[in-house]
C-alpha cells in the first residue's frame, strides 16, 4: 500500500531533550517536506527536500534540523526542544515533477514539550 | 507575496443543506490552487486542484470548485452536506511568487447538523 508513515504518532518530552521523529514513504517520491499544523495557523513548511542531499528552510525553520540521506526517509530533528514547539507535525511527500504534483500526507505526530 | 485567505473558521449546515466553503487568494499571476481535507485524526489529503485547464473542478465525494480569476476566488461547494463530510478543509496556493511551495489558508471546520 502507497504511503507516508510517521513515528511516534504521539510524544510527549521535556525542554531540550533531544527527538527524532521519522518520516518514511514508499512511493519513490523525490519531494519531502514537513509541516507544522497549529490551530488557526494552518500549516506552516517547516523545511523539504527536493531529492536526496537537497534540503532547503521552509517558513519556520529555527529550532529544526533535517536530514535527507536516502531518498525514502526525511527525519525531523529538534535538538533542544521548547515548549513553543508544541504541535501536530506532518510529513509530507510527492513526485514534484511537477507543481501540481499531489502531496501524501502522513498521519501526523502530537508532539507536546513540557 | 501570495497568500490564501479563508472565510470563517467554522461552517455549520444541516445534513442534506448547500455547502460553501470560501477561499480567496492573493497573486499577481493566476496561481494553481488545491483544497485538501483532513477528517479526525488523520492526515491531509486532496479534495481537488486547478491546473489552469477548466475553470470549474470536480473532486472526489461530489465536491467542486471554481476559479474565479476576477474575484480571485476558488469557494468549494457540495449540494448535499453528508455526516462524513464533517472535518477541516484546507485551502492552498502553489505559484512563482511562492517560489513554487504551498501556501496554505488557517482551515475550516466543516461541522454537519443532523
Known amino acids: 500500500e502507497a504511503q507516508v508513515t510517521q513515528n511516534p504518532r504521539y510524544l510527549i518530552t521535556v525542554t531540550g531533550k533531544k527527538l527524532t521523529v521519522t518520516c518514511s514513504q514508499n512511493?519513490?517520491?523525490?519531494?519531502m517536506s514537513w509541516y507544522r499544523q497549529d490551530p488557526g495557523l494552518g500549516l506552516r513548511q517547516i523545511y523539504y527536500s527536493m531529492n536526496v542531499e537537497v534540503t532547503d528552510k521552509g517558513d519556520v525553520p529555527e529550532g529544526y534540523k533535517v536530514s535527507r540521506k536516502e531518498k525514502r526517509n526525511f527525519p525531523l530533528i529538534l535538538e533542544s526542544p521548547s515548549p513553543n514547539q508544541t504541535s501536530l507535525y506532518f510529513c509530507a511527500s510527492s513526485f514534484y515533477r511537477k507543481v501540481t504534483d499531489t502531496q501524501y500526507f502522513g498521519p501526523g505526530t502530537r508532539l507536546t514539550v513540557l | 507575496a501570495q497568500s490564501v485567505t479563508q472565510l470563517g473558521s467554522h461552517v455549520s449546515v444541516s445534513e442534506g443543506a448547500l455547502v460553501l466553503l470560501r477561499c480567496n487568494y492573493s497573486?499577481?499571476?493566476?496561481?494553481?490552487l488545491f483544497w485538501y481535507v483532513q477528517y479526525p485524526n488523520q492526515g491531509l489529503q486532496l479534495l481537488l486542484k486547478y491546473t489552469s485547464a477548466a475553470t470549474l473542478v470536480k473532486g472526489i465525494n461530489g465536491f467542486e470548485a471554481e476559479f474565479k480569476k476576477s474575484e480571485t476566488s476558488f469557494h468549494l461547494t457540495k449540494p448535499s452536506a453528508h455526516m462524513s463530510d464533517a472535518a477541516e478543509y484546507f485551502c492552498a496556493v502553489i505559484g512563482p511568487e511562492s517560489n513554487y511551495q504551498l501556501i496554505w489558508g488557517a482551515g475550516t471546520k466543516l461541522i454537519i447538523k443532523p
Open positions: 497573486s499577481s499571476v493566476p496561481p494553481y
Open positions: 512511493m519513490n517520491h523525490e519531494y
